[in-house]
């Protein structure tokens, strides 16, 4: 256990069953995809980023490695990082390592057992940093930890992994905004966005050879059996990644391979075969389609990189 005060704001259990309800009540039947990261979820997602088929990862960390010096100059000294879906906090030691005695780490996300032994990990690996991890959903309001006595220089937002593709291109520009206004003015956010290319490699990257991603989809499932009791026949669904190139995303589903029910408590849901449950959207962006969207969520460009290839793209951007 940590000795770090941990913020603690996980969704609860019932918080996770009303939005299973409301999901699988809906037409087309949908469920939200933050609720893949419970701890086999999260385990599964740190999978999925070393399979070979899963560009982002490592072409965002090649990009984070070689501009790692850049982003440190216009961050200056005494930085206060604030990590949105920090995950197991991979990436954000290419940035600690090069900042300028870096004050404070805030590392969200939404899994607190994932967070908290990330959190442990850094803390040993960088002893002057004050961390602060915070469980919440940042979908919803939550404060940043107060670390009094601590001098801080910038603040700065860090969202890597294209995690911003998971929003619809609406929500995405209302979670600039309100990460703008909780970093608060003359702040920066550092940001790694995915770029629409070739359908067949994005295909490949959601939907791999060895099976992680698909385990990785229909973990919601076994997570609705462990924490709602739900029957639910898992083999009973099969993985979809399907390039819809109209709205330039990703799509994961789980396609019902005959009819059959859901059943958690009282309610019922029959599925006709074939039909699918939408989990996840992987919304690409252009680079100057996410500076449009950053400007109208208030943030001035600072400047994007990407890797040789075109693959991938990290923006840097600042509050007025
Ligand atoms: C696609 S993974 C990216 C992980 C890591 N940042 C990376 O770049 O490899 C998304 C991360 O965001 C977290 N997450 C997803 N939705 C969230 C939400 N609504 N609130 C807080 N954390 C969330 C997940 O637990 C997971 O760690």
């Given at each position: 256990?940590?000795?770090m005060?941990?913020?603690?704001?996980?969704?609860?259990?019932?918080?996770?069953?009303?939005?299973?309800?409301?999901?699988?009540?809906?037409?087309?039947?949908?469920?939200?995809?933050?609720?893949?990261?419970?701890?086999?979820?999260?385990?599964?997602?740190?999978?999925?980023?070393?399979?070979?088929?899963?560009?982002?990862?490592?072409?965002?960390?090649?990009?984070?490695?070689?501009?790692?010096?850049?982003?440190?100059?216009?961050?200056?000294?005494?930085?206060?990082?604030?990590?949105?879906?920090?995950?197991?906090?991979?990436?954000?030691?290419?940035?600690?390592?090069?900042?300028?005695?870096?004050?404070?780490?805030?590392?969200?996300?939404?899994?607190?057992?994932?967070?908290?032994?990330?959190a442990?990990?850094l803390?040993?690996?960088?002893?002057?940093?004050?961390?602060?991890?915070?469980?919440?959903?940042?979908?919803?309001?939550?404060?940043?930890?107060?670390?009094?006595?601590?001098?801080?220089?910038?603040?700065?937002?860090?969202?890597?992994?294209?995690?911003?593709?998971?929003?619809?291109?609406?929500?995405?520009?209302?979670?600039?905004?309100?990460?703008?206004?909780?970093l608060?003015?003359?702040?920066?956010?550092?940001?790694?966005?995915?770029?629409?290319?070739?359908?067949?490699?994005?295909?490949?990257?959601?939907?791999?050879?060895?099976?992680?991603?698909?385990?990785?989809?229909?973990?919601?499932l076994?997570?609705?059996?462990?924490?709602?009791?739900?029957?639910?026949?898992?083999?009973?669904?099969?993985?979809?990644?399907?390039?819809?190139?109209?709205?330039s995303?990703?799509?994961?589903?789980?396609?019902?391979?005959?009819?059959?029910?859901?059943?958690?408590?009282?309610?019922?849901?029959?599925?006709?075969?074939?039909?699918?449950?939408?989990?996840?959207?992987?919304?690409?962006?252009?680079?100057?389609?996410?500076?449009?969207?950053?400007?109208?969520?208030?943030?001035?460009?600072?400047?994007?990189?990407?890797?040789?290839?075109?693959?991938?793209?990290?923006?840097?951007?600042?509050?007025?």
């Amino acid at each position: 256990m940590t000795a770090m005060r941990l913020h603690d704001l996980e969704p609860s259990t019932e918080e996770f069953r009303r939005a299973v309800v409301r999901g699988l009540s809906a037409t087309p039947r949908t469920l939200p995809c933050k609720f893949f990261y419970d701890e086999a979820g999260s385990r599964l997602f740190d999978r999925i980023c070393e399979l070979p088929e899963y560009y982002p990862t490592r072409t965002e960390l090649r990009i984070l490695d070689e501009r790692a010096g850049a982003i440190a100059d216009l961050l200056g000294p005494r930085t206060r990082l604030v990590e949105f879906g920090s995950g197991a906090g991979v990436k954000i030691r290419l940035l600690l390592a090069a900042l300028d005695r870096p004050a404070v780490y805030v590392p969200v996300d939404i899994c607190r057992a994932h967070l908290v032994a990330a959190a442990d990990a850094l803390a040993g690996d960088f002893p002057d940093l004050r961390v602060a991890p915070v469980c919440a959903d940042y979908t919803e309001p939550f404060a940043l930890p107060a670390t009094p006595g601590i001098a801080i220089g910038t603040t700065a937002g860090f969202f890597p992994g294209s995690t911003i593709g998971n929003f619809m291109p609406d929500e995405a520009t209302a979670f600039l905004r309100r990460a703008r206004r909780l970093l608060g003015p003359g702040s920066a956010m550092v940001i790694g966005v995915d770029v629409p290319k070739d359908a067949a490699v994005l295909e490949a990257a959601y939907d791999d050879a060895a099976g992680v991603t698909a385990e990785f989809n229909r973990n919601l499932l076994r997570r609705m059996v462990r924490e709602l009791g739900a029957e639910v026949d898992i083999d009973g669904f099969r993985h979809e990644a399907r390039w819809n190139r109209a709205l330039s995303r990703i799509e994961m589903h789980l396609v019902s391979r005959r009819a059959q029910t859901i059943r958690i408590g009282e309610q019922v849901f029959a599925m006709a075969a074939g039909e699918t449950i939408h989990t996840e959207n992987s919304c690409k962006y252009g680079v100057d389609q996410f500076r449009s969207m950053a400007g109208r969520a208030g943030y001035l460009p600072v400047t994007a990189w990407t890797d040789a290839d075109g693959l991938f793209s990290v923006h840097v951007l600042r509050a007025p």
